[in-house]
């Protein structure tokens, strides 16, 4: 297509924190504003600078510089510069699908406060895309998404030019594809200088990019990325422009920002061939895949503290102020959103990504500490407020109340633990023995154990008993148990045959875990007459790769590969013993390389020790296999994984993702050409599974996002789960995988994870057809978001209530209007569900309070492939007054949703969702 329209976009691509610490690319922020601020206010035909399509630069900005506020509001309104619409730039895989849109949603709010948002969906350099990309960014009223990253055949394949057509899943909603083919730098670091007032070496690079345009453009409007990392406004560009306008009247070139380009583009109403799916591919561009298994333990924070947010805080939160008749209760969305703000500062593709220096990775430590610290101080006051609108009746007056509470949208029974302290009670220490009693009166059936010091699983807040018991919970609810100190007044059904563990096996109803002499494993499943061999086997590698990206050996080099077999077996022993709960404890040695060699030819022949302790835990009644891995990591250069063999046939696996479940081919592409060649580890949330059409596989996790899915001889499926990849450099370019830089080629001894990490992994099966008919996205769910112990009256509460838990939370915000609050009469049952879905393919993403006005947000979606309709229950006290769909930005929409609202009574809301729809209620209510 020959070019008639140019749009030079000056710019800057601003990485927070990366191969320097915040503060000083903060320091190079100021100086880069300073500069811009001048060149606008000096130079009225300088018309636009976009500040990378985030907002947090900004904020950054301002509190080291608070009066250029006004100024900025000015230039925003003006459209000269370009802010939003995001608040960071992410990683789109490493956080949640709800991070994805809160990210949004800040900066929106950012933008607006300034005067303009810009509506372009400029997501330069993330290391791939998730699928469902677009239904999110049309959320939000915004027509495109521009990008660089993540195509690999399927350019071609789909005959796509640079500008395209991408439908979300099930085609809920298609934008403008821009792909940024010739990178987002393809005009950066431009020659200004001018010779007899003659530009004549940057009109020259303009005209040569132009025409390499030409080969992939299917409009004649050519889009400029005057701008690369970190880099500076160039005051020449108007003069530039002008010179190339006076030469070349036939093709006008025009200084704008993405929004503008998107607009005409949009405007040429040129036929656009169309793409459905993820992007993960790296024929254009690097992948940088390996940022997947970087650093763990970032993966593993932000996935808890996402969850934390999403299905305890927030929630919680919302079910109080709705239930508060007295209206006493104060909403924290102020609170909440400070702590959401923390989190995502550390959702930048280089931060959460681990391929930073040392120093940025320390820093990340403290917001995730703060972020979670006031959801759980949030959570907790509103958990508080809540209970003293709960009139329970205990006769009892030893007796301590526990609420259970369930955050999920469907009635479950599951395992639930609890912390308590030694205190003297009655001469003896409590709670040795204890009655644990429901609110009907039912005895219920639980075990104790003390905390060792070798365990963290249980050990928090310098505790020394944890007690597990199986809970029925209503959906989205809480039920109130009783705690007694005093001796069970029966004997618990232990003799189960059906339920026991011995120092060789342990078994429930559904599987047969046998631990073997040389710590192997074998699951019988019983349902299916099925025996797994070598479940949750230990394989260690070695990796010649950096902080982007894993890499074996050379063809010429030979790696030493260890597994379980390879390891010393110290202890095979019975950890716990109870009528609800078996767990065996299996600890190895498995003596490792100490590193690389000096010339990063082979592995060391030196071996060292890495002690690993597994905990295996079947439950009654419950049809799961959990894993809990501690691991003392003393080895350098190498990758660990768990193995899990599916004993099934197949060309595809399942990976929960983004509001979907994306479906992936298990052999790799034909990656001729391509700049960077694919890897087989991929990306998964809370799940990866595998089915045959006559049973699943499924393996759970807990911030575990890399996997493989890997080709044994007999052509079956193994699962291989990444822990550790542990390697010594930022970014080098003398290896297998990548044989270029993806950064500066610095030391990060810290990437190297030395020391002690925890895991958490669950196996499940089914002899139905697939994930969804196997329920497997509802596992992930209360694997990653368990029964929460709460105790009203006890200092030993699991998120440390005051010993008086009328004490108000101090300085920051208060819940309560007076003190009068206090004394208000209970209203609120024992037993409570406070909203109930009754579809398993509806799932239930945002319960919170309106950004704007009184009104209470339900965000579900469809994550199957066809339309469903459900109806929600809320508590029956609740009347929904008026109910209608909104967008992301909880506005009345301008893009189709392609969801209905069949009716509303009472308390009943019946909708339908089309497949793969994310739909947004906006409900009133009594």
Not at 237 to 245: A, L, S, Y
Not at 442 to 463: A, C, H, M, P
Request: with cysteine; proline share 5%.
């Amino acid at each position: 297509m020959k070019a008639n329209h140019i749009i030079i976009v000056p710019e800057t691509h601003w990485d927070r924190e990366w191969y320097l610490p915040f503060q000083e690319f903060r320091a190079r922020l100021v100086i880069l504003m300073d500069k811009l601020l001048n060149i606008l206010k000096n130079d009225p035909n300088y018309l636009n600078f976009t500040l990378d399509g985030q907002t947090i630069p900004l904020e950054d900005y301002l509190e080291v510089r608070p009066e250029k506020e006004d100024e900025i509001k000015k230039y925003v309104t003006q459209g000269r510069l370009s802010i939003g619409p995001m608040y960071i730039l992410p990683d789109e895989f490493l956080v949640s699908g709800e991070s994805l849109i809160r990210n949004l949603m800040i900066g929106h709010q950012i933008s607006r406060k300034f005067g303009r948002v810009m509506k372009a969906g400029y997501i330069p350099d993330p290391f791939g895309h998730v699928a469902q990309l677009p239904q999110i960014i049309s959320g939000f009223e915004i027509p495109s998404i521009l990008f660089m990253r993540g195509f690999g055949s399927e350019f071609e394949e789909n005959k796509l030019k640079m500008e395209f057509l991408w439908n979300s899943p099930g085609r809920a909603a298609t934008v403008l594809g821009i792909h940024l083919i010739l990178t987002y730098h393809n005009l950066a670091y431009l020659n200004t200088k001018s010779i007899e007032g003659e530009f004549k070496p940057a009109l020259r690079k303009i005209r040569n990019i132009i025409s390499k345009f030409e080969k992939y453009i299917a409009t004649p409007i050519v889009l400029l990325n005057n701008g690369i990392d970190h880099e500076e406004a160039s005051p020449e560009i108007p003069k530039i422009v002008h010179q190339w306008n006076k030469l070349h009247p036939e093709t006008l070139l025009e200084q704008a920002d993405f929004e503008y380009y998107v607009n005409k583009v949009i405007e040429s109403k040129i036929d656009l061939n169309e793409y459905q799916g993820e992007l993960r591919g790296g024929k254009y561009s690097h992948l940088l895949s390996g940022v997947l298994s970087a650093r763990m333990w970032i993966k593993q924070r932000n996935t808890a503290i996402e969850y934390l947010y999403e299905k305890y805080t927030e929630p919680i939160s919302a079910m109080t102020w709705v239930l508060d008749k007295y209206g006493s209760f104060i909403y924290p969305k102020d609170y909440i959103l400070t702590g959401i703000k923390w989190l995502q500062k550390n959702a930048p593709h280089d931060s959460i990504c681990g391929c930073s220096i040392d120093q940025v990775h320390d820093e990340m430590i403290v917001r995730f500490d703060w972020s979670e610290q006031i959801a759980n101080e949030v959570y907790k006051n509103s958990f508080i407020h809540l209970i003293n609108r709960i009139n329970i009746t205990n006769e009892n007056k030893e007796a301590e109340i526990l609420l259970i509470y369930n955050p999920l949208p469907w009635k479950r029974k599951d395992i639930v633990g609890f912390n308590t302290i030694s205190r003297k009670t009655k001469g003896e220490d409590f709670p040795h023995e204890i009655k644990i009693i429901d609110y009907d009166g039912k005895n219920i059936e639980y075990q104790y154990y003390l905390t060792k010091e070798d365990s963290r699983f249980q050990r928090k807040q310098g505790v020394s008993h944890y007690f597990t018991f199986n809970a029925e919970v209503p959906a989205c609810g809480y039920k109130t148990y009783f705690l007694i100190p005093e001796k069970p007044t029966i004997e618990f059904e232990t003799e189960d045959k059906n339920f026991k563990i011995t120092r060789n096996f342990l078994e429930n109803d559904f599987y047969k875990v046998e631990i073997n002499e040389n710590g192997l494993i074998n699951v019988i499943d019983k349902e299916a007459g099925i025996t797994f061999e070598n479940i949750c086997e230990f394989e260690d590698m070695g990796d010649w790769g950096d902080e982007y990206d894993f890499s074996g050996p050379r063809e010429n080099q030979t790696d030493l590969v260890f597994k379980s077999e390879d390891a010393a077996v110290f202890e095979r022993s019975i950890y716990v013993d109870g009528p609800t709960q078996k767990t065996f404890k299996l600890r190895l040695n498995l003596k490792l390389p100490n590193s690389l060699t000096e010339d990063r030819y082979n592995r060391e022949d030196w071996l060292v020790d890495n002690k690993i302790t597994l905990f295996i835990s079947l439950y009654k009644s419950i049809k799961r296999i959990d894993f809990k891995i501690e691991l003392n990591n003393n080895s350098k250069d190498h990758r660990i994984r768990v193995l899990f063999p599916t004993k099934i046939k197949s060309d595809k696996v399942y990976a929960d993702g983004h509001f979907y479940v994306v479906p992936r081919s298990v052999k790799l592409p034909n990656a001729e050409g391509w700049v960077q060649k694919p890897l087989p580890t991929n990306h998964q949330k809370d799940f990866i599974s595998i089915n045959d059409g006559s049973r699943t596989f499924a393996v759970l996790n807990k911030g575990i996002p890399e996997y493989e899915a890997i080709i044994n001889d007999d052509n079956k499926i193994i699962f291989a789960i990444t822990l550790l990849r542990c390697v010594e450099w930022l970014s080098r370019d003398d290896f297998v995988n990548r044989m270029s830089h993806a950064g500066p080629g610095y030391s990060t001894p810290g990437a190297q994870c030395l020391g002690e990490y925890f895991f958490e992994l669950s196996l499940t099966t089914s002899l139905k057809s697939n994930w969804l008919e196997s329920e497997i996205h509802q596992r992930g769910k209360e694997f990653n978001n368990p029964l929460k112990a709460f105790f009203p009256n006890m200092a030993q509460s699991p998120i440390r209530v005051p010993d008086k838990v009328m004490l108000r939370p101090s300085g920051i915000i208060s819940y309560f209007n007076n003190s009068k609050s206090l004394t208000l009469e209970p209203y609120l049952p024992p037993v409570l569900s406070f909203l109930e879905i009754d579809n398993k393919s509806v799932i239930l993403s945002a319960l919170k309070k309106a950004e704007v006005g009184n009104c209470l947000i339900l965000r579900v979606y469809n994550i199957s492939s066809i339309s469903q309709e459900t109806k929600l229950t809320f508590f029956r006290d609740i009347s929904i007054k008026s109910v209608k769909i909104v967008n992301l930005l909880e506005e009345d929409p301008r893009n189709e949703i392609k969801a209905k609202i069949i009716s509303f009574s009472k308390n009943n809301l019946n909708i339908l969702l089309e497949p793969h729809v994310i739909a947004t209620f906006k409900i009133g209510t009594n």
